[in-house]
């Protein structure tokens, strides 16, 4: 056999293992070269998309994925609002993708709230407004109804912020038990309730008035100060002090 005719084999297989490269693998790497050289800003949201789905997705195209979520959900960040089960129902995401980018937003939700209470940690929260400030962070991006209690020392200043409970919110649901180890276990001088509605106003409904109530009266009777209900909507809040519920209490 004549050396010419050994080597064509290894040609022929040098090709096909060019061509078993994916055709997308080129443009992944002008992407990265692009997020290290003028960083992620210079991306267009699905561009951004699509790069974070490289981690989940290491082999194809998820281009037309990145445009999916967007559409599907009507925004880049509406995407990491997104629930597990609704991320899913999205052609093309399964279990992986889906608690991938779940736990994407989740993970800024966290960052948002630990700056928050960093930057805040001596302040002093003794109106309205600055208690909704420093809670806001607690309900951003959530698309399910929370509880949380935040306790105060004398001078109205944060000591703790712990989720009372998921779902709606109500005297059955919000343990004045947990409310009240809570607050023995913090030292706290008084407490603010605070929870949301994620997909309408925030408007108090009569649940809401009625679980004010029952909450104040008990957690009175266990020497507890509640001196505040916050309720957070997509874009505002109310305070139920300011509607004047307390001052019949």
């Given amino acids: ?5 050994a080597e064509k084999p290894k040609k022929s297989t040098k090709q096909e293992k060019k061509k078993d490269v994916p055709v997308h693998t080129d443009h992944r790497t002008r992407m990265r070269e692009r997020l290290v050289q003028q960083g992620f800003d210079s991306l267009q949201p699905h561009e951004a998309l699509e790069v974070l789905l490289y981690y989940a997705v ?49 993970h800024e939700r966290r960052c948002d709230r630990s700056r928050t209470i960093q930057q805040n940690s001596r302040a002093q929260l003794d109106t309205v407004e600055r208690m909704a400030d420093y809670l806001r962070p607690q309900f951003k991006g959530l698309r399910q109804e929370i509880a949380v209690l935040l306790c105060l020392d004398a001078a109205r200043r944060p000591i703790s912020c712990d ?22 276990r913090h030292k706290a001088d008084s407490v603010v309730l605070a929870h949301n509605h994620p997909r309408g106003p925030a408007r108090p409904s009569q649940a809401d008035i009625r679980t004010t109530e029952q909450l104040w009266t008990l957690l009175r009777g266990v020497g ?12 505002d809040f109310v305070s139920l002090s300011e509607c004047g519920f307390f001052a019949k209490y």
């Fill in 163 to 184: 989720l009372l409970c998921h779902g709606a919110v109500s005297a059955s649901e919000v343990s004045v038990q947990a409310i009240n180890e809570l607050a023995m």
């Fill in 224 to 235: 507890i100060d509640l001196i505040e209900h916050l309720i957070f909507g997509e874009h």
């Fill in 1 to 5: 056999m004549s050396k010419s005719s």
């Fill in 58 to 106: 290491p082999r194809r195209d998820v281009n037309p994925l990145a445009h999916r979520l967007i559409r599907t959900f009507g925004g880049y960040h509406r995407v990491f609002e997104a629930s597990i089960e609704e991320l899913k129902k999205v052609d093309g995401v399964g279990d992986q993708v889906a608690l991938y980018l779940y736990t994407l937003g989740a």
